[in-house]
């Protein structure tokens, strides 16, 4: 069917007149008549009654254009809507984030992102690596912030950002006023450390396997606040990052040496379609680096 005739009809019974219709859509009237005639022939009904002056809808009418004209209305609800979506008028980011570097970063991106594009939303997603990654592969999220080291081979990314995992304590810890602690250090220190999900612990591995030097694990956690606290209440030696530690009052950061150095991705899925407000984020955070800030 003509979308242009199927317009021309339901404009007709808006108008009330072939007439009036035909100046409404600036064509000449008998191209209008035209149009509907040649859209009667194809669906082998004839919709207006022509006997009279006032248009008046056949049985047949009656049944179709109703429909026809909330079919059309939809139709150009859904244009306005891409087109908005073009001109990132509206849209949504899907992203998963780490909980530490996710919870101090990422809070202003998004601020910032949103009051340059007030009609995208943001659903934020936080998680360990191993979810936000799995998220990812079944397409509950578009991007994800990853650790350089757990970004597939497989998944686009940019470097958006970087921190320091810093050994974590109450000032009253002997170690509190070290300039830096080596694995040795800490050979016989009581350790609150997060669960294998996340990225800290796997640097924690290695950095005292590196050394032939198993730690003393006093609590193991996966929930972010309950390891900070208890490096507050002098538990033990947390692993947190440096952004997190400069942003918690009465807990102290000292360096591990080597250094334990992390940096952080923005990434999605290879060659698979990417809408246009997720692009858009991309492209915003990388240009503002608003998170190596």
């Known amino acids: 069917m003509n979308l242009k005739a199927l317009r021309c009809c339901v404009e007709i019974v808006r108008q009330g007149s072939f007439t009036k219709a035909a100046q409404h859509l600036h064509i000449a009237q008998p191209a209008l008549s035209m149009a509907v005639t040649r859209l009667e022939e194809e669906l082998g009904v004839t919709l207006f009654n022509r006997t009279t002056r006032k248009v008046i809808l056949t ?36 992203l998963g984030i780490p909980p530490m570097f996710g919870l101090h970063y990422v809070p202003g991106l998004m601020n910032a992102f949103r009051k ?48 320091e995992m ?7 810890h002997p170690y509190a006023g070290k300039a830096y602690l080596t694995a ?25 396997a590196e050394h032939g030097i198993t730690y003393q694990v006093a609590l193991q956690s996966n929930f972010v606040s309950l390891v900070v606290q208890a490096a507050l209440d002098n538990m033990g030696v947390a692993t947190l990052l440096r952004s997190v530690q400069q942003r918690t009052p009465g807990i102290v950061g000292v ?31 990388a240009q503002t680096h608003y998170l190596e800030r």
């Open 59 to 94: 049985a047949e009418g009656e049944q179709f254009l109703p429909r026809i004209a909330s079919a059309l209305r939809e139709m150009d609800v859904a244009r306005q809507e891409l087109r908005d979506m073009a001109d990132l008028k509206r849209g949504e980011v899907r």
């Open 184 to 208: 040795e250090d800490l050979r016989n220190t009581d350790m609150v450390v997060f669960d294998r999900t996340f990225v800290q612990r796997h640097l924690l591995d290695a950095f005292f």
């Open 255 to 285: 360096p591990f040496r080597p250094a334990q150095q992390m940096s952080f991705r923005l990434c999605w899925r290879s060659g698979e379609y990417l809408s246009l407000a997720s692009k858009r984020f991309i492209d915003f955070a």
């Open 166 to 172: 810093l050994a974590c304590m109450h000032p009253d």
């Open 116 to 163: 340059s594009y007030p009609g995208i939303a943001m659903t934020v997603f936080e998680g360990s690596a191993e979810d936000i990654g799995h998220r990812l592969e079944q397409r509950e999220i578009d991007l994800a912030l990853l650790e350089s080291r757990r970004v597939p081979p497989d998944k686009e990314s940019i470097l958006l950002g970087s921190d």
